[in-house]
């Protein structure tokens, strides 16, 4: 491939790594990971509300990785509140999940910030081949994989039922699995709703991911859609050996 193409693969790459990376950062400083609504069941259950009634006792939550909102519906109006995960709910929450959900996030950052120098390196300077080169590339590009594995064995084997030999996509994936589990799993929802509740229970009446999760999900396609910007620049995936030589190696034993 021509040397100007190649230039505009690598600027594409590296343009989309650095969307990966701030696409990242806003979305960890949002409240826009989980909407929902909450049900005060012992309210509806005072009243034995049902049909129309039962939406005076139907709130809101919205939540991220570091603070939120609830609107708490018992009745008798709405009561708005704000909550934050740090330090005010580490004591209920599963706090080895959630912080480990932060670092993967920062992680992430880290290694989209640092892909998107060496695309821009390859594309306009004169990188050299074994670490700036296309391996370099290829390296920044999967090296999430292989972070995410060890971080999973040694930290997370105990909260998620997953086995040592399953293959975790990258970084983004990761955030995404450990962030659902603590949210369906362990009832991340509930558990705010009835934090420092005394009289009443809430109960989750309806949940779903918003815009900041889903943001993680397609800054994780990116660094796969950068490994094939890789590979359609003609440059061959590490670790591959051509087929001639693989023929010429089988040859030369069969005459000795």
Known sequence: MPAPQKKIIFSIAGVLSL???LGTAAAVGTQRWVTGTMLCKTGALLVN???????????????GLF????????GLGGRASQFSF????LTIIPASIHVSVVLFCTALIVFAL????FFMFNAFGSPY??????????????????YSHLWLTASTRLCLPIHDDQFIGSCGCLILILFSSEVKI?????????????SFTFKTHSEQFADSFWTILVCSLV??????????????????KPKDSETTTGAVDLMY
């Not at 640092?114 to 120098?117: E, K, L, P």
């Not at 081949?129 to 292989?146: K, M, Q, R």
């Not at 910007?229 to 591959?240: H, K, V």
């Open 114 to 117: 640092v892909g998107t120098g």
């Open 19 to 21: 969307a990966c990376a």
């Open 129 to 146: 081949e074994t670490l700036h080169g296309p391996v370099g590339l290829y390296l920044w590009s999967f090296i999430a994989c292989e």
């Open 49 to 63: 509300a049902s049909g129309p009634e039962l939406e005076k006792f139907i709130g809101q939550i919205r939540y």
């Open 67 to 74: 603070h939120g909102e609830r609107v708490r519906q018992c």
């Open 86 to 89: 740090f330090p005010d709910l």
């Open 223 to 240: 660094h796969v859609l950068n490994a094939l910007l890789i590979r359609f620049a003609g440059f061959e995936f590490p670790f591959t």
């Open 186 to 198: 362990h009832c991340l929802s509930e558990k705010i709703a009835n934090f420092k509740e005394g």
